[in-house]
């Protein structure tokens, strides 16, 4: 029921918002802040972009961290999550071949049945979860995921350091790997015993999920996770290509891509009876536990390479001293977000995680993406932006995406940030309920992005200078986007500094 309105919401938000941040960062040859420079006053929302990125970075280290986790892990003659009898299972630890499957159906949680050797792994041999009682006992970091931590920010370092020079590279391993380790896994799950099984209980579809709200909301948020658009990820790339560069085409690839790759995706990983023991169980948690039952660890996150960079080139872009000292700058970033993701790897981390990644990039991704799509659309113009288009590629835009750009998406957008804050429910990790007030620091987490767009506003209304009447007369100026816009020979003789 998912794949519903997220094969919506990818037609009516994902890919007009894709091609609009390639055409973006490509037209302006700028990062997420600066490219604001067709409208001022929406600057706030380059820096909200570049925020969430950063918090998104802090436990998305955790989750590779705990992919290689499961490779060292690997090298054994005997998988370690596929049986009991090993220090951290519980008396309970059970066999999954003598459950029966059909007990596992009619939206179950999952929660009730942890006590399956991949489950207790993950949770008491990984997390050692059940030495928390919550968010408020997080202990200190585990050995063994803090050298796997440190060895995934010494591997990001080296792969940002020189910008896309490195990055560049590096990118044939991480976008080509996974096609490989997908279609192992695809072979690997139609072979294994219920099969079809596990193929008939993914095409099921359950319409009464649609009544949920969170499933819309769910849905339109990992559209953007999906594409990598509002993370400024895009815009960043997009800058250092060739100004006449067809983004059109190439973005249709990408969406492509990123299409087969998520399709293969599911159903590699539901080609098991053992689908229908996660209906509904939030974070990464279950496709940590299910995967390993196909003998596989998690596959890396390529996503988080492209994050970085985001924030490295956004801010980069906007203070010179940072691009004269990127490889500084690049290691203070890479630095920082390994000390927060301390946090993540103690026996309460996956508390903070599942905070982060309820709050970090929920509503505020949503409403940074409304923001970005008004700006361009309203403020600065689709008329003007079609022509920045045609200027590079020798054809304007359809009327798909103008209508898309300027009130489909918008709209859309706008409906699903109302119904994310109204449907809000108290944050739970399984039967686990969270306290108020991490309820609270998880609001502030989120409000902490959103609110640099409107403050943003402020400071930029404030500091304009001159006499009242010239004052209006700027501000309407900006509002309207009556701004300089370069000739296309100037801008293809400027070289963007890697």
Partial sequence: AFLIPYTLFLII??????????????????????????????????????????????????????????????????????????????????????????????????????????????????????ESSGIHDIGLPQWQLLLCLLVVVIVLYFSLWKGVKTSGKVVWITATLPYLVLFVLLVHGVTLPGASNGISAYLHIDFYRLKEATVW???ATQIFFSLGAGFGVLIAFASYNKFDNNCYSSGKLQILTCRFLQGTRQQSGCMSPRLREAPGTPGPGPEVQIDPHSCTPPHLVPLQMGGMEAVITGLADDFQILKRHRKLFTFGVTFGTFLLALFCITKGGIYVLTLLDTFAAGTSILFAVLMEAIGVSWFYGVDRFSNDIQQMMGFKPGLYWRLCWKFVSPAFLLFVVVVSIVNFKPLTYDDYVFPLWANWVGWGIALSSMVLVPVYIVYKFLSTRGSLREVRRKRFQISCMICFTPPRAVIKKKKKSV
């Avoid at 706030?44 to 961290?65: E, M």
């Avoid at 705990?66 to 892990?73: A, I």
């Avoid at 951290?88 to 029966?100: A, E, F, I, V, Y």
Wanted: net charge neutral; hydrophobic share 45%.
């Fill in 217 to 219: 909301i769910d849905a």
């Fill in 13 to 130: 938000a994902g890919m007009p918002l894709f091609y609009m941040e390639l055409a973006l960062g490509q037209y302006n040859r700028e990062g997420a802040a600066t490219v604001w420079k067709i409208c001022p006053f929406f600057k706030g929302v380059g820096y909200a972009v570049i925020l969430i990125a950063l918090y998104v970075g802090f436990y998305y280290n955790v989750i590779i961290a705990w992919s290689l986790y499961y490779l060292f892990s690997s090298f054994t003659l005997n998988l370690p999550w596929t049986d009991c009898g090993h220090a951290w299972n519980s008396p309970n630890c059970t066999d999954p071949k003598l459950l029966n499957g059909s007990v596992l159906g009619n939206h179950t949680k999952y929660s009730k049945y942890k006590f399956t050797p991949a489950a207790e792994f993950y949770e008491r041999g990984v997390l050692h979860l059940h």
